[in-house]
């Protein structure tokens, strides 16, 4: 089966811009999270979807940063207007409804905000 | 509130044995994961312990102990494609289904 799939795999910004990253989530998978991980420290947890809900967003660091996921399918996150301190990697992961077989996640967007 | 803490970094040679240590303070608790992370990768998962003892998959092993707040990750047979970072991650309730991850372990395997 397919992975989870997050594009870009970099993007480079300018401090004020924005940036829409995608995942796509593995079919099937009704759950959907994003981390991110700044500056080699560990990863952290921004939210959950489970279908097109939002279950969970208290690790999302400020109203700059808004998470969609329309149709219960793919998911985006947005940055606007982005600052320095957004630089890291976003993880997109995606479950089955048992945490017995773990999260797959994709291989990161790395944001470099300039 | 949730840390978990591991080993910055570890070395080893090809075919020891590691083991790679996590501990945890958490105001709820779940059950304990490992990821492995290579270099621009994905973290890819490797075990989920939910009860205490051991957890054996091929050459990796985890292992919880709740009463000490303590589980490990032992990797036998080392290889140099096992050169990685390793997570510990906890699940605090099923209510709530985010990872906290530890800081993540840097394994040098060397020949």
């Known amino acids: 089966e397919a992975g989870v799939t997050q594009f870009p795999s970099h993007s480079v910004i300018e401090k004020g811009q924005t940036v829409t990253l995608r995942c796509d989530p593995i079919s099937g998978h009704d759950n959907l999270y994003w981390y991110r991980r700044v500056m080699g420290k560990e990863i952290k947890f921004l939210l959950h979807?489970?279908?097109?809900?939002?279950?969970?967003e208290s690790g999302m660091p400020n109203n700059r940063f808004l998470a969609e996921r329309t149709g219960g399918t793919y998911s985006t996150l947005k940055v606007q207007p982005a600052e320095l301190e957004d630089s890291g990697v976003y993880f997109c992961?995606?479950?089955?409804?048992?945490?017995?077989?773990?999260?797959?996640f994709g291989s990161g967007t790395r944001l470099t905000v300039v | 509130g949730q840390s978990l803490e591991q080993p910055s970094e570890v070395t080893a040679v090809e075919g020891a044995i590691v083991q790679i240590n996590c501990t945890y303070q958490?105001?709820?608790?779940?059950?304990l994961s490992w990821y492995q992370q290579h270099d621009g990768g994905a973290p890819t998962f490797l075990s989920y312990n939910a009860l205490d003892g051991l957890e054996e998959t091929g050459r990796f092993s985890s292992f919880l102990s709740r009463s000490d707040s303590y589980g490990y990750l032992l990797l036998q047979e080392l290889q140099m494609k096992d050169s990685a970072s390793y997570f510990c991650?906890?699940?605090?309730?099923?209510?709530?289904?985010?990872?906290?991850f530890g800081s993540g372990t840097r394994l040098q395997v060397q020949p």
């Open positions: 991650a906890n699940i605090m309730d099923t209510g709530r289904r985010a990872l906290t």
């Open positions: 979807f489970v279908k097109e809900s939002k279950q969970d």
């Open positions: 958490t105001s709820g608790f779940y059950g």
């Open positions: 992961a995606s479950s089955q409804s048992h945490i017995l077989y773990g999260y797959t």
